[in-house]
């Protein structure tokens, strides 16, 4: 598709007229990467969220980022909070330059999946914590939103 638009826009500059506004809306459009989406149960998995970097809290009650050091060993809801972010607030799942393990999405005993994110701490820009991966906490969102 963006080479036939390339060799189009081209053509247009070739013989002196303007291309068709329409042609770069499209070419915008496409270069937004989709959205991630939650599978049956509301639950965002490694699969669907791992490269998405911001999530908007819709929980009334706030969300409660929990710590980790092991991220395999996630103690999930009994792990101690280090954060509640307001409903509202967007989460950076961008992970810190100095986390080994890469993972961004952890399941806890339960079987519920939870989202590695920065804290937002300004005294430790890298500390992380984990929310609850499901879409009843979460939504995925663009940067521009």
Known sequence: MKKIVVMALACFLVSG?????????????KQIKELPTAEAGGEYTRSTASDHPFWLVVTDGGLRGRESNRPHLFQGEKARVLRVFRAG???????????????????????QNWLMVLTGNPSEPDEICYVRANRNYIRPVHASE
Do not use: F
């Not at 393990?101 to 079987?111: E, F, M, N, W, Y």
């Open 89 to 111: 607030s967007i989460l950076n799942s961008s992970p810190p330059k100095d986390t080994q393990t890469g993972i961004q999405v952890v399941s806890d005993a339960k079987g």
């Open 17 to 29: 007229a303007e291309p068709p506004h329409k042609w770069e809306i499209t070419m915008k459009r």
